[in-house]
């Protein structure tokens, strides 16, 4: 990043260097230039269109304005050299799409091209050239004007380097990979400049139909076929990420591999999923801003407001280059630094399930053919999300007790050998298991009927949720039974947690709708559960051993010793 004092230097010294520095040209090498201002439109016509279409090589873009600067400077002189360069620099730096901290850039290159034409142009009147010389008929002269590319490349590159090094402080070699490639193309494009000269000076215009033109078509020719090939790029990473959002079995893994993949294709500072909820409004259900993730605290939005419900009425995504296009109609969250947005819908089976909406802090930061890979990576993201979603539902139902809502015994002892797996590691050192059965609960059925035992497991199933919290793990382990898992809980502890339990259903009776009397009123009922109590590593070494020893001081501990009570291991 460069310093708001290097960049308060770099205007400064345009101002005292550049305007006075064309004047003292204009004084020395005046230009001989009546009659001439078709022509000269002629060349600047061809020196934009250079400017606004680069050669692409190894997928770098190079902007060779070099070969027409020299033909304009041998025909028209020094200035009119200059002041084509430092337009056609002004094109160039639109084509990049500048930011307003990179406005620097302009008064930069400007010194840049600046002292490089100079120095090239007085090095060669100084090698004894002259310009507008017809170089075949006098071949003194052709030497000098083929030193001069030479010259003016070698200052370019010396000139990049000092300023990567002052104003960038990047220490970098001169000959790197990138210098390598433009010296190639320059030394087949510079003699082309010299053949534009010697043409235009034998049959004028038409010069630049003979050079200029298929130069042109060609750059045009390598432009688009370096966009096709950016395109094919993106279709194969979208394939690519496609395929492992398939992967992913859990909704949040499939967002954040999303996202993820996005910030590396995409220049995205901020990125947003939102979620159809009823069909009436859009909830947000995934925020990440400057690369961290934010609360969903977000109020929703509804159909045809702001950016993101309009992408949902109309179904069409939607695309803009700075904050001045949207302003007007985003309705949502955007921080204070976005500029370009892509909004794109979220389809599936032709049905729009959501949007997705990425922001960039940079005008003119996306493209329309980077608009088409979001459309179908988002295609691919729908199918990832509802097979995830699909995963997820069977999941929880082969977890959870279909009644009770509580985990399962197939859960419960998956979970337990992940608590002793994570002892055997030495991650954590105790683990403590409470088992309850409910006391004559067959007794209860047999009264009140099986609906009304069923409404006192789902009951006692709440009871036990909000007694324990976060602070074990909850789970039906078949029939009136239960168990609480207890992380990190020692037996001493878990005795407490349990006659709390115990408590808490012996004192509080249960409401009953559904039993068998024929009035219309409910009934309560007292009932009471014995408990037994193990820990690990005291009690056990395995997580099979665990659950038994709990099970034995359940029924030798509290049931034989006469039900509603607590009893622990034992060895």
Request: hydrophobic letters at 50%.
């Amino acid at each position: 990043m460069v310093s708001s004092q290097i960049k308060a230097i770099v205007w400064g010294i345009w101002l005292l260097i550049f305007p006075a520095g064309l004047l003292i040209t204009y004084y020395f090498f005046p230009p001989q230039i009546a009659g001439q201002g078709i022509n000269l439109f002629a060349f600047f016509i061809l020196m934009f269109f250079v400017s606004v279409m680069p050669m692409v090589v190894n997928n770098t873009p190079i902007f060779l304005l070099q070969w027409v600067s020299m033909a304009v400077f041998l025909t028209f002189g020094l200035l009119v050299e200059m002041v084509m360069v430092q337009l056609a620099v002004i094109i160039l730096l639109m084509k990049l799409k500048l930011q307003k901290h990179e406005f620097f850039r302009l008064p930069l290159n400007s010194l840049m091209f600046f002292a490089v034409s100079l120095a090239s142009g007085l090095a060669y009147f100084a090698m004894g050239g002259k310009t507008g010389i017809d170089v075949i008929a006098n071949p003194q002269y052709f030497w000098v004007a083929a030193a001069y590319p030479l010259i003016h490349f070698t200052l370019n590159q010396l000139l990049l380097s000092l300023i990567q090094y002052t104003v960038y402080g990047r220490k970098s070699s001169f000959f790197e990979k990138d210098l390598v490639w433009e010296l190639v193309t320059s030394l087949i494009t510079f003699p082309i400049g010299l053949v534009l000269y010697i043409l235009y000076l034998e049959v004028g215009l038409l010069a630049l139909l003979f050079v200029g033109v298929p130069f042109v078509s060609l750059s045009i020719i390598l432009h688009l076929y370096y966009s096709s090939e950016k395109i094919n790029d993106y279709l194969q990473k979208a394939a690519e990420i496609g395929h492992q959002m398939a992967e992913r079995l859990y909704v949040n893994e499939v967002m954040d591999l999303f996202i993820l993949k996005l910030n590396e294709m995409l220049p995205v500072d901020n990125a947003y999923i939102l979620d159809i909820v009823d069909e009436n409004a859009l909830q947000l259900i995934y925020r990440v801003e400057n690369g961290q993730k934010k609360e969903l605290d977000l109020k929703p939005l509804k159909k045809n407001e702001g950016i993101s419900g309009r992408v949902w009425f109309t179904r069409k995504s939607a695309l803009f280059h700075s904050k001045k296009e949207w302003k007007s109609v985003a309705k949502e969250f955007l921080p204070d630094g976005a500029e370009s947005i892509i909004s794109v819908p979220i389809v599936r089976s032709n049905e729009v399930i959501g949007v997705l909406l990425l922001s960039s802090n940079k005008k003119r930061a996306y493209e329309k053919s980077q608009l088409m890979i979001v459309d179908i990576l988002c295609s691919h993201f729908a199918i990832a999300i509802e097979n995830a979603k699909h995963h997820e539902e069977t999941k929880a139902k082969s977890e959870r007790c279909a009644l009770t809502k509580l985990y399962n015994y197939r859960y419960i002892e998956n979970k337990l050998s992940e608590e002793f797996s994570r002892m055997q590691k030495g991650e954590k050192d105790l683990l403590s298991l409470i088992i309850l059965d409910i006391d004559h609960f067959k007794q209860v059925n047999d009264t009140y009927g099986h609906q009304s035992g069923n409404e006192i497991l789902c009951e006692l199933a709440n009871r036990l949720t909000n007694i324990m919290g976060n602070e074990g793990i909850v789970a039906r382990y078949g029939g009136e039974e239960f168990v609480i898992l207890l992380p990190d809980a020692n037996k001493e502890a878990a005795m407490k947690w349990a006659e709390l339990v115990r408590q808490t259903i012996a004192n509080r009776p249960f409401n009953l709708r559904h039993h068998m009397d024929k009035s219309s009123r409910s009934r309560t009922v007292h009932i009471t559960a014995s408990i037994g109590v193990a820990s690990a590593p005291m009690d056990a070494d395995d997580s099979l051993a665990l659950i038994r020893h709990a099970d034995r001081a359940l029924y030798i501990g509290a049931k034989r010793a006469g039900r509603n009570r607590v009893a622990e291991y034992v060895k």
